[in-house]
């Protein structure tokens, strides 16, 4: 989960080197995304559109392995 969530934010941001994606957590997952600050509004999109759509793809995924996952958007 944590390479995918990787391998999206890298897609979408303009500073692909400073992305950070950091797991924890064992049946229950947490994973934290951290972005450059000038790629905050391409990660959150419009009225947070694309994080919401990176939760969906993100809870798809941890459904597939029989965990729940919740994904966070650290503040630079």
């Known amino acids: ?15 692909p080197e400073e992305v950070s994606v950091k797991q924890s957590g064992g ?13 905050m509004g391409r990660v959150i999109g419009k009225g947070g559109k694309v994080a919401n759509s990176i939760r969906a793809l993100l809870k798809v995924a941890a459904e597939r392995e029989g965990k729940r996952a919740i994904l966070d958007v650290a503040e630079p």
Request: charged share 40%; hydrophobic share 45%; proline share 0%.
């Open 27 to 39: 049946n229950r997952v947490r994973i934290e995304l951290s972005v450059a600050k000038d790629d």
């Open 1 to 15: 989960m944590k390479e995918l969530i990787e391998y999206i934010a890298k897609a979408l941001v303009e500073h």
